[in-house]
Every structure is written in structure tokens, then in C-alpha cells.
T-cell receptor
Framework: NAGVMQNPRHLVRRRGQEARLRCSPM?????VYWYRQLPEEGLKFMVY????????ESGMPKERFSAEFPKEGPSILRIQQVVRGDSAAYFC?????????????FGEGSWLTVV | DQQVKQNSPSLSVQEGRISILNCDYT??????FLWYKKYPAEGPTFLIS???IKDKNEDGRFTVFLNKSAKHLSLHIVPSQPGDSAVYFC?????????????WGLGTSLGVNP
């Protein structure tokens, strides 16, 4: 029973390039969350998605960042024209549908370094 | 404005003794609280949770206590083991509108000395 799978684990991009981070939720989970941890800071909520729907994107920067969770395939967090300040650990999490308590399970993270 | 506060950045305890990690919150609408453990370069791992209708939840060596009037919760680990050395995060959420956004504290780094 695989957990939340994220790839790549480590990604290096030059300023101005695009970064794509992928997340496959746990089997049977239809809710996906993305969190970001900047150096020396705590985890910050970015976006909450269900299949084909963005439920809450209040933590997403207004520009350059987008997320999707298509009907088929993994959730994608996309960062266009990356800047050095985007360097961070990006964590994906998932939870089952329905009222099962608000426990969510995390992947191992994707570390983005912008050079 | 930090709605979930972990005021101790670090804690050191002796193996076999009790570890007590504290968390305070300001939003009275929070109705579900969770503790996660995180090792370096890994994702947070769920430990234990508690609903606001309870004041205690126990799972093996881990017990979480909730004091709603004080807006305070604590995680007790007993006996502490060297493998417990990690950063512990407290998180809280409301279920309003089916939004399960978690609000996180900044974490407490626990070191358990053999």
C-alpha cells in the first residue's frame, strides 16, 4: 500500500525556467494538498484540490504558480519563471474523501533549488 | 499572525524520561488538532490527533491532552527513545466548508539523549 509519492525528490532549475512537481496521492484518496517549507520557516499551506477542482488556493502566490489535479494522473504543481526565492521544500499530502477526521498524510517532499 | 504557536524551539530529554511538547492556539474555531513528526529531508509523519470534543487521546507511548479553555494542547511521549529525536509540529484545522486546510506551528526540535 504505497504512500503519497512525490517526484522528483530534488530538482535544480536556473532562474527563469519552469519547475513541475508531481504528486500521486495514496490509493483511495481524492483530496490533495500542497505545502511549502521555506528555509528556517514552518510549513505553509498553498492549495487544496480534489479531482478536477481547486477547492482553496488562498496560499498560492498570485503569479507564476499553478496547480492541477486531473481526472487521470498525478497532481502537478507548476512554477513558471522560477526565482531564487522559490527555493524550498514542497510537500504534497492527501486524505480520503468523506468525513474521516482531518488527518492527512504527507509525501517525502520535493526539494527545489533555483540557481 | 501565528494562530498556532509552539513557543519552545527545542527540547532535550534523557532516554526513558517523559517528553512534553506544548502548543497554544488563538482561533477558537479550531476543532481538530494533530501532531506530526519530521526527520530532516523527509515529509511529516502523522503521530496522533484529537478532536475538540475530547480532552485526551492515547496511542502507545504518545498521549495528547487538550485544554480548550486555555487553548492549549500538549504531546507527551513516555518513555522517550533516541529514535524520537525529530522536529514535532502541532497543526490545527476547522471543518468549516469542508476545507481541511491545516494551520501549523513552527515546530519543536526534540533531542533524546541515550
Amino acid at each position: 500500500n504505497a504512500g503519497v509519492m512525490q517526484n522528483p525528490r530534488h530538482l535544480v532549475r536556473r532562474r527563469g525556467q519552469e519547475a513541475r512537481l508531481r504528486c500521486s496521492p495514496m490509493k483511495g484518496h481524492s483530496h490533495v494538498y500542497w505545502y511549502r517549507q521555506l528555509p528556517e520557516e514552518g510549513l505553509k499551506f498553498m492549495v487544496y484540490l480534489q479531482k478536477e477542482n481547486i477547492i482553496d488556493e488562498s496560499g498560492m502566490p498570485k503569479e507564476r504558480f499553478s496547480a492541477e489535479f486531473p481526472k487521470e494522473g498525478p497532481s502537478i504543481l507548476r512554477i513558471q519563471q522560477v526565482v531564487r526565492g522559490d527555493s524550498a521544500a514542497y510537500f504534497c499530502a492527501s486524505s480520503p474523501s468523506g468525513s474521516s477526521g482531518n488527518t492527512i498524510y504527507f509525501g517525502e517532499g520535493s526539494w527545489l533549488t533555483v540557481v | 499572525d501565528q494562530q498556532v504557536k509552539q513557543n519552545s524551539p527545542s527540547l532535550s530529554v534523557q532516554e526513558g524520561r517523559i517528553s512534553i511538547l506544548n502548543c497554544d492556539y488563538t482561533n477558537s474555531m479550531f476543532d481538530y488538532f494533530l501532531w506530526y513528526k519530521k526527520y530532516p529531508a523527509e515529509g511529516p509523519t502523522f503521530l496522533i490527533s484529537i478532536s475538540s470534543i475530547k480532552d485526551k487521546n492515547e496511542d502507545g507511548r504518545f498521549t495528547v491532552f487538550l485544554n480548550k479553555s486555555a487553548k492549549h494542547l500538549s504531546l507527551h511521549i513516555v518513555p522517550s527513545q533516541p529514535g524520537d529525536s525529530a522536529v514535532y509540529f502541532c497543526a490545527a484545522s476547522t471543518n468549516a466548508g469542508n476545507n481541511r486546510k491545516l494551520i501549523w506551528g513552527l515546530g519543536t526540535s526534540l533531542g533524546v539523549n541515550p
